[in-house]
Antibody
């Protein structure tokens, strides 16, 4: 059974950088036809796809986040990460990591989510 | 960006009765591969989303067969044949045909 777990600070000051890590167990981030997503959900609102990254670093980001987002994979630790620069209160949300599979679906296994609050 | 519009935004259903949720996309979701990457997720209170259906109508592993889905092009539907108490939550459609992937606003399902 694949499991994902988000970790990182629960409070970030504007305009600092939000950094989160997702640790994968029961599966490998190096799997060829899988990719690794970040999705967020502001309190009481709908889901927003942030982007995804493959094991080799290929990534695709939501243009709404402009140039503030980057993702990476650490195959040695079986983890992948999210960095979001210049955060504001609008970035306050529960952040989820999830696994996707090429030509199938975008999220079969999800982490429990971690609430990140942006406040000074 | 493809906009996903769900209706209704909330629904109260009697236990054992059917429920239906619609999702409409602003553009066709048919991918160049010929597949249509339309998924449905269930989010129970305080839980992460759970994949129910992918590629319009494929039920994910472990999902009860009372959940079914259909559609094509821009119009899609999720149906629950007989609602149970554990089905309470918010349901989202999501398209993964075109970047950026986008979700519907969510439909809140309650028991009447």
């Amino acid at each position: 059974q694949v499991q994902l777990q988000e970790s990182g600070p629960g409070l970030v000051k504007p305009p600092e950088t939000l950094s989160l890590t997702c640790t994968v167990s029961g599966g490998s981030v190096s799997s060829y036809n899988y990719y690794w997503n970040w999705i967020r959900q502001p309190p009481g609102k709908a889901l927003e796809w942030i982007g995804y990254v493959y094991y080799d670093g290929r990534a695709n980001y939501n243009p709404s986040l402009k140039n503030r987002v980057s993702m990476s994979v650490d195959t040695s630790k079986n983890q992948f990460s999210l960095k979001l620069n210049s955060v504001t209160a609008a970035d306050t949300a529960v952040y989820y990591c999830a696994r996707g599979k090429d030509y199938e679906f975008a999220g079969d296994y999800w982490g429990q989510g971690t609430l990140v609050t942006v406040s000074s | 960006e493809i906009v996903m519009t769900q209706t209704p935004l909330s629904s109260a259903v009697t236990l054992g009765q059917p429920a239906s949720i619609s999702c409409r996309s602003s553009q066709s979701l048919v991918h160049s591969s010929g597949n249509t990457y339309l998924s449905w997720f269930q989010q129970r209170p305080g839980q992460p989303p759970r994949l129910l259906i992918y590629k319009i109508s494929d039920r994910f592993s472990g999902v009860p067969d009372r959940f079914s889905a259909s559609g094509a092009g821009t119009d899609f539907t999720l149906e629950i044949s007989r609602v149970e108490a554990e089905d309470v939550g918010v349901y989202y459609c999501m398209q993964a045909t075109q970047f950026p992937y986008t979700f519907g606003q969510g439909t809140k399902l309650e028991i009447k």
